[in-house]
Nanobody
């Protein structure tokens, strides 16, 4: 059974960078498409990025395109989310999950999560 653990969150000033990690155990990560979500209390969960399993192709929400980069290291069984030029509106709890489907509509990345989620990592962008 796939087990996911996020790390790398923290407090950063606007314009700064963070790299989130989603480390997998229990199964080989490259069998799964992995997505990053974020959620702010009281707001709807938002799909941020995902990486397709068969070819590693990345997908992004318009809100992060050009600033965030998703990648996977199969040897380390880990997916990363490099976040640059961070803005206060990027503040959220970030989760990784195996996804069973995704679509892009009107600039939003709609992710269909499967059964495997991490516990989340807090990202706070503030001066």
């Amino acid at each position: 059974q796939l087990h996911l653990v996020e790390s790398g969150g923290g407090l950063v000033q606007p314009g700064g960078s963070l790299r989130l990690s989603c480390a997998a155990s229990g199964a080989t990560l490259d069998y799964y498409a992995i997505g990053w979500f974020r959620q702010v209390p009281g707001k709807e969960r938002e799909g941020v990025s995902c990486i397709r399993n068969r070819d590693g192709m990345p997908f992004y929400a318009d809100s992060v395109k050009g600033r965030f980069t998703i990648s996977r290291d199969n040897a380390a069984n880990t997916v990363y989310l490099q976040m640059n030029s961070l803005k206060p509106e990027d503040t959220a709890v970030y989760y990784c999950a195996a996804v069973t489907g995704f679509a892009i509509t009107r600039g939003k990345l709609l992710l269909t999560p499967g059964d495997y989620w991490g516990q989340g990592t807090q990202v706070t962008v503030s001066s």
